[in-house]
């Protein structure tokens, strides 16, 4: 009986990325043709920060198109560090954005994982 196959999952980002006080850090995703896909994200606030961070998952129209105005969204709190389930989603593409909320100390992407199903 043939179905979806899940394969390993993969970092999108490679190296920890920055996401500087008070901004947002965007990573666009292109599933390309599957029967779906799932996404997790690493996140960490800084030890001494006072707010947390936000990670939302939005449907696009395609590759650099429109991007929803809302999504899956999921939070940590301040002097947190977690890897956050964002979900399943059928083939396509997504934006993943990462809101850093603390208005003086930069989080960080450890990375961002993907596993496709084909």
Do not use: H
């Not at 999504?71 to 593409?93: F, H, N």
């Amino acid at each position: 009986m043939a179905g979806p196959l899940p394969g390993t999952a993969i970092g999108l980002l490679g190296v920890a990325t920055s996401v500087p006080a008070s901004s947002s850090v965007t990573t666009e995703y292109d599933s390309g043709q599957c029967y779906y896909f799932e996404v997790w994200v690493d996140v960490a606030t800084d030890a001494l920060s006072t707010a947390g961070v936000d990670v939302a998952v939005k449907r696009k129209t395609g590759a650099a198109g429109t991007t929803a105005s809302s999504g899956l969204t999921k939070s940590i709190g301040a002097t947190e560090s977690t890897i956050l389930y964002m979900g399943i989603y059928d083939a396509g593409t997504v934006d993943i954005v990462v809101s850093n909320n603390d208005g003086t100390y930069a989080a960080t992407i450890n990375e961002i994982y993907v596993r496709v199903a084909a």
